[in-house]
């Protein structure tokens, strides 16, 4: 390692540290509002991912750095001797990159029968886009058991790309932290086949209610 490269890296650290006595606290992550409906007999969710951007963050991805939030999707039922199956999965990655020269951001949402780019100059745009899940598939209907209870969990992480020289020697002093959120989950669910109808749900509740929106939807849970 050269003199330079010593150089940047007590710079770094002393930065760092600088910034770890001074930085306000942070609110961590979290996922929430996760819900499941039905759409063309496919078990789609949406969720969302709030306290995600801190004004750190914003200014690293003006800069140009390319951000990734990473959503872990599982679909689960119920069972009384192994705690839990994972029926079905499906792993989203949302990137933001920001072009510098044309003043837009490039958004890019990839995964298991999900891929859309949308290219916005709006930050709140961006941002929503970001940190929001919707109809993610992640089943189908008439692969679940009747009269079985399932749920989804949901976590997510972030991850900061393309840094070059010199700033892939001060990743690690950069002010804002890269993350990973715990499980989040929805409540209960079971799914009935009804004559009629083809689909009809019975769901607990947990407090407070939230108000159904009628039997043609098909699935619908709520997390806290």
Same mark, same amino acid.
């Not at 859309?116 to 100059?121: H, I, L, M, N, Y």
């Given at each position: $390692?050269?003199?330079?490269?010593?150089?940047?890296?007590? /710079?770094?650290?002393?930065?760092w540290v600088?910034?770890?006595?001074?930085?306000?606290?942070?609110?961590?992550?979290?996922? +929430?509002?996760?819900? /499941?409906?039905?759409?063309?007999?496919?078990?789609?969710?949406?969720?969302?991912? @709030?306290?995600?951007?801190?004004? =750190?963050?914003?200014?690293?991805?003006? &800069?140009?750095?390319? *951000?990734?939030?990473t959503f872990?999707?599982?679909?689960?039922?119920? &069972?009384?001797?192994?705690?839990?199956?994972?029926?079905?999965?499906?792993?989203?990655?949302?990137?933001i990159q920001?072009?510098?020269?044309?003043?837009?951001?490039?958004? +890019? +949402?990839?995964?298991?029968?999900?891929?859309?780019?949308?290219?916005?100059? &709006?930050?709140?745009?961006?941002?929503?886009? *970001? /940190?929001?899940?919707?109809?993610?598939?992640?089943?189908?209907?008439?692969?679940?058991?009747?009269? =079985? =209870?399932?749920?989804?969990?949901? =976590?997510?992480? *972030?991850?900061?790309?393309?840094?070059?020289?010199?700033?892939?020697?001060?990743?690690?002093?950069?002010?804002?932290?890269?993350?990973?959120?715990?499980?989040?989950?929805?409540?209960?669910?079971?799914?009935? $086949?009804?004559?009629?109808?083809?689909?009809?749900?019975?769901?607990?509740? &947990?407090?407070?209610? @939230?108000?159904?929106?009628?039997?043609?939807?098909?699935?619908? +849970?709520?997390?806290?």
């Amino acid at each position: $390692m050269n003199n330079f490269s010593k150089f940047l890296r007590v /710079l770094a650290l002393i930065f760092w540290v600088g910034c770890f006595l001074t930085a306000p606290a942070w609110a961590e992550p979290t996922i +929430s509002k996760i819900s /499941l409906n039905t759409e063309k007999e496919i078990v789609t969710l949406d969720a969302e991912l @709030i306290d995600a951007f801190t004004d =750190k963050v914003g200014e690293a991805i003006e &800069s140009g750095v390319a *951000m990734t939030f990473t959503f872990e999707i599982e679909l689960i039922k119920e &069972s009384s001797v192994f705690g839990g199956e994972v029926v079905s999965q499906n792993k989203i990655t949302h990137t933001i990159q920001y072009d510098t020269l044309k003043k837009v951001y490039q958004f +890019s +949402s990839q995964g298991k029968n999900v891929n859309r780019e949308v290219a916005t100059k &709006s930050t709140e745009k961006y941002q929503q886009l *970001m /940190l929001t899940l919707k109809d993610i598939p992640i089943a189908h209907i008439f692969k679940l058991d009747p009269e =079985k =209870k399932y749920y989804a969990r949901v =976590k997510a992480e *972030m991850e900061a790309e393309g840094l070059w020289f010199p700033f892939n020697y001060l990743l690690f002093f950069v002010p804002f932290n890269e993350f990973e959120t715990s499980w989040a989950q929805s409540t209960p669910l079971t799914v009935k $086949m009804d004559p009629a109808f083809g689909i009809e749900v019975s769901q607990k509740k &947990s407090k407070p209610a @939230i108000p159904a929106k009628g039997v043609a939807d098909g699935i619908r +849970s709520f997390n806290q």
